[in-house]
């Protein structure tokens, strides 16, 4: 699989720190700026027995490689540790959504979407992922609004629009169930996994989820 890179998400402009002591004659405080570099540089010197520790863009991209082969828990483990230092990551947050759908967690993976959504409501795919965890969560209902706010930002979206025509036809599919007393009619959730649902899918050569692109 291939893994999604390069999603415009946006970045925040790190503070700027005024000088620890402003009060101190010229010179002075360049003195105390190279005391702190060279403090700095030892302090991240490789002692035996010991290592850097991980960033989040170093976890971030340890995730991404074991999620290309197929390692989906241990890439879960990696994003899970890069977002406890960067956690409005809209793109891990999307990955995970993904990686979760291909383990079953449709929970899970609806939970993980809808924060890549909040995170970055601008961005069309977070809002795809999220309609397809709706749907395999069995709310085809919510997913056609997703797929929708997906298709307001991007138009030209082939993939939402394929996938909307799939979660409208399992609307449908309720109704007929509804009228023919099959189904009760206070029952909202149509579960994914039906026959006529694995058709759909089996017909399309392709799972719910969508593939990692690069």
């Given at each position: ?29 360049g003195n105390n700026d190279e005391d702190e570099k060279k403090g700095s540089e ?173």
């Amino acid at each position: 699989m291939k893994i999604a890179w390069n999603k415009n998400v946006k970045t925040k402009r790190q503070p700027v720190v005024a000088p620890a002591k402003p009060g101190l004659p010229f010179g002075a405080e360049g003195n105390n700026d190279e005391d702190e570099k060279k403090g700095s540089e030892e302090a991240g010197t490789d002692y035996p027995g010991t290592k850097p520790p991980d960033t989040a863009q170093s976890l971030q991209h340890q995730g991404n490689k074991l999620a290309e082969e197929g390692k989906y828990h241990e890439a879960l483990s990696k994003w899970e540790a890069s977002l406890s230092l960067i956690p409005d990551n809209a793109i891990i947050h999307e990955q995970k959504a993904q990686v979760l759908l291909e383990l079953g967690d449709a929970w899970c993976a609806l939970t993980a979407a809808t924060s890549a959504t909040e995170v970055e409501p601008s961005w069309p795919e977070a809002w795809v992922t999220l309609g397809r965890a709706q749907l395999n969560f069995g709310e085809p209902d919510k997913a056609i609004e997703s797929f929708d706010r997906a298709l307001a930002i991007k138009p030209d979206y082939s993939e939402a629009k394929a996938d909307c025509e799939t979660a409208s036809r399992l609307v449908r599919k309720r109704g007929q169930l509804h009228s023919s007393g099959d189904l009760n009619a206070n029952k909202r959730r149509f579960t994914v996994g039906g026959n006529s649902e694995k058709e759909e899918k089996s017909g399309r050569g392709r799972s719910m989820t969508r593939d990692y692109r690069g």
